[in-house]
């Protein structure tokens, strides 16, 4: 880490919010299937199971939206604090829920706290960093997420074992430490630099990045430069300034908000939270036999989540984004179309007497169909997870990067909402066939990315007007980048002969 180590620091206390998510979404998944739970609310259908996942999702898009107001009133660093303070609220009615009413009520409201940590941590990590590592900080957003989610698994693996309503009560309840451990952690990070810039506490921000970039010295030449760039580009966007979402769909910046809407909109479409959400209850349909075996095998897809996210939070920053997302589509994409076909082709459907759908499938193909899923979740962990929530953070600039990010971010959580809302009706419906809608999304988003984003790593948030000014087309503008990059060097290397003169 060296001279990274405070920026890796504050990076990673702000991931936690990442962790709240991810939790939530382990431990629904496995909940969904506890007898306690069913009997206590009173077995609900397919539609009733959708309503009570997705609120959680309608709650962040809520949030997600009010996150880019409170984000640049208060700072990222408030607004953080706040949500954790909302999240533990909804934690605890969840916990204590009396009926499937206060239940749900819970859920929106946690996600009310979830949707604005999923908006504002990723923009205040990227704010955070320097370009060369910016990629691999906001990735600790996504590793978050996988950890929750594995922690959530296991917890309620174990829980699984206890006979009474305190197997479901408890997970719910343990959401409580992450979110207080987070609002504590949260009174000793600092400000946003660029936040303190833009609200003309110059003196702040110097003192902020001479912590994050040389160990306090307030006068180091990285400091200095870093800190006159922030004051010359905010000056510059306060003369075009963004004063309501409505500016946000005019030129220039219409482009970007679209582009940022689209990845995150692919980024559910993967159908990540399918298998995240009623992966439990999909492994016990693809044939997987004993109390015990499907939500194993839950577990084991949480650490395969985990791991696959790692070479991404390494080498994000060498690999690019544009690459990492079109090889992951197509890694998505082949899993889920081998899945499509070994479901169909060995299916033997059935309905169990508490009406749940069993597919009967052999013990041969139903392993296959595992190892797909194991495999998607690798594909997705490596590239879509983390780098549909860096691409947006890193795209707009200092005066609407709050505002707009609130945008992209609800798109992604309004996609989350209704495919949660659906899937436990389409997976009883269609079965296989919807495993083939989402290889056919992934194969196209290959083609989407290649022709329609451009690459951003290694460039500092500054840079981004120049990479997004231009041809709509990523591969066209490619000569103009590179004449602006050459320029660039050349002033370096004047600047450089200058001072050794002077």
């Given at each position: 880490?060296?001279?990274?180590?405070?920026?890796?620091?504050?990076?990673?206390?702000?991931?936690?919010?990442?962790?709240?998510?991810?939790?939530?979404?382990?431990?629904?998944?496995?909940?969904?299937?506890?007898?306690?739970?069913?009997?206590?609310?009173?077995?609900?259908?397919?539609?009733?199971?959708?309503?009570?996942?997705?609120?959680?999702?309608?709650?962040?898009?809520?949030?997600?939206?009010?996150?880019?107001w409170l984000a640049d009133r208060y700072s990222r660093k408030k607004?953080?604090?706040?949500?954790?303070?909302?999240?533990?609220?909804?934690?605890?009615?969840?916990?204590?829920?009396?009926?499937?009413?206060?239940?749900?009520?819970?859920?929106?409201?946690?996600?009310?706290?979830?949707?604005?940590?999923?908006?504002?941590?990723?923009?205040?990590?990227?704010?955070?960093?320097?370009?060369?590592?910016?990629?691999?900080?906001?990735?600790?957003?996504?590793?978050?997420?996988?950890?929750?989610?594995?922690?959530?698994?296991?917890?309620?693996?174990?829980?699984?074992?206890?006979?009474?309503?305190?197997?479901?009560?408890?997970?719910?309840?343990?959401?409580?430490?992450?979110?207080?451990?987070?609002?504590?952690?949260?009174?000793?990070?600092?400000?946003?630099?660029?936040?303190?810039?833009?609200?003309?506490?110059?003196d702040e921000a110097q003192q902020v990045l001479a912590r994050l970039?040389?160990?306090?010295?307030?006068?180091?030449?990285?400091?200095?430069?870093?800190?006159?760039?922030?004051?010359?580009?905010?000056?510059?966007?306060?003369?075009?300034?963004?004063?309501?979402?409505?500016?946000?769909?005019?030129?220039?910046?219409?482009?970007?908000?679209?582009?940022?809407?689209?990845?995150?909109?692919?980024?559910?479409?993967?159908?990540?939270?399918?298998?995240?959400?009623?992966?439990?209850?999909?492994?016990?349909?693809?044939?997987?036999?004993?109390?015990?075996?499907?939500?194993?095998?839950?577990?084991?897809?949480?650490?395969?989540?985990?791991?696959?996210?790692?070479?991404?939070?390494?080498?994000?920053?060498?690999?690019?984004?544009?690459?990492?997302?079109?090889?992951?589509?197509?890694?998505?994409?082949?899993?889920?179309?081998?899945?499509?076909?070994?479901?169909?082709?060995?299916?033997?459907?059935?309905?169990?007497?508490?009406?749940?759908?069993?597919?009967?499938?052999?013990?041969?193909?139903?392993?296959?169909?595992?190892?797909?899923?194991?495999?998607?979740?690798?594909?997705?962990?490596?590239?879509?997870?983390?780098?549909?929530?860096?691409?947006?953070?890193?795209?707009?600039?200092?005066?609407?990067?709050?505002?707009?990010?609130?945008?992209?971010?609800?798109?992604?959580?309004?996609?989350?909402?209704?495919?949660?809302?659906?899937?436990?009706?389409?997976?009883?419906?269609?079965?296989?066939?919807?495993?083939?809608?989402?290889?056919?999304?992934?194969?196209?988003?290959?083609?989407?990315?290649?022709?329609?984003?451009?690459?951003?790593?290694?460039?500092?948030?500054?840079?981004?007007?120049?990479?997004?000014?231009?041809?709509?087309?990523?591969?066209?503008?490619?000569?103009?980048?590179?004449?602006?990059?050459?320029?660039?060097?050349?002033?370096?290397?004047?600047?450089?002969?200058?001072?050794?003169?002077?």
């Amino acid at each position: 880490m060296g001279r990274d180590t405070q920026t890796y620091l504050v990076g990673g206390v702000a991931a936690i919010g990442g962790f709240l998510f991810g939790f939530d979404t382990g431990l629904i998944s496995s909940i969904l299937e506890m007898d306690y739970w069913k009997s206590y609310f009173h077995n609900p259908g397919s539609v009733g199971v959708g309503v009570i996942v997705s609120l959680l999702t309608a709650g962040c898009f809520v949030g997600s939206l009010c996150a880019g107001w409170l984000a640049d009133r208060y700072s990222r660093k408030k607004s953080i604090m706040a949500a954790c303070v909302v999240f533990t609220l909804g934690a605890a009615i969840q916990c204590g829920s009396r009926n499937r009413a206060m239940l749900i009520i819970g859920r929106f409201i946690a996600g009310l706290g979830v949707g604005v940590l999923s908006m504002t941590v990723p923009v205040f990590q990227s704010e955070m960093s320097p370009s060369h590592i910016r990629g691999r900080l906001v990735s600790l957003q996504q590793w978050a997420i996988t950890w929750g989610i594995l922690v959530a698994f296991w917890i309620d693996y174990g829980c699984h074992f206890i006979k009474s309503d305190a197997a479901w009560r408890i997970p719910m309840g343990i959401q409580i430490v992450p979110a207080i451990i987070l609002f504590v952690s949260m009174f000793f990070m600092p400000y946003s630099p660029r936040w303190l810039i833009d609200n003309d506490r110059f003196d702040e921000a110097q003192q902020v990045l001479a912590r994050l970039r040389s160990g306090g010295d307030i006068y180091a030449p990285q400091v200095i430069e870093e800190l006159e760039d922030i004051k010359e580009a905010v000056r510059v966007e306060r003369e075009t300034a963004v004063r309501s979402y409505a500016e946000l769909l005019r030129f220039p910046i219409r482009r970007r908000i679209i582009l940022g809407v689209v990845i995150q909109a692919l980024q559910q479409l993967t159908g990540i939270n399918v298998s995240m959400y009623f992966a439990t209850s999909i492994f016990k349909q693809s044939g997987l036999s004993g109390d015990n075996a499907p939500l194993l095998a839950q577990g084991v897809n949480g650490v395969v989540n985990m791991l696959a996210t790692i070479p991404a939070i390494l080498w994000v920053d060498r690999w690019g984004r544009r690459k990492t997302l079109m090889l992951g589509s197509l890694g998505c994409g082949v899993t889920y179309f081998v899945q499509a076909v070994t479901t169909a082709a060995t299916q033997r459907k059935t309905y169990d007497a508490d009406g749940s759908l069993n597919l009967n499938i052999p013990h041969g193909p139903s392993y296959l169909i595992v190892v797909m899923m194991y495999l998607f979740v690798a594909s997705f962990a490596m590239s879509w997870g983390p780098v549909a929530w860096i691409y947006p953070s890193e795209m707009f600039p200092m005066h609407i990067r709050s505002k707009a990010n609130s945008i992209t971010t609800a798109a992604n959580w309004l996609l989350n909402f209704v495919i949660g809302l659906v899937s436990p009706i389409l997976i009883k419906k269609i079965t296989w066939g919807l495993d083939l809608i989402f290889a056919v999304i992934m194969f196209a988003s290959i083609v989407i990315i290649y022709l329609f984003y451009p690459e951003t790593k290694n460039r500092s948030l500054e840079d981004m007007e120049v990479i997004f000014t231009g041809s709509p087309w990523a591969h066209k503008d490619r000569k103009r980048i590179d004449e602006y990059d050459a320029a660039r060097a050349n002033q370096v290397d004047v600047d450089i002969k200058q001072s050794k003169v002077e």
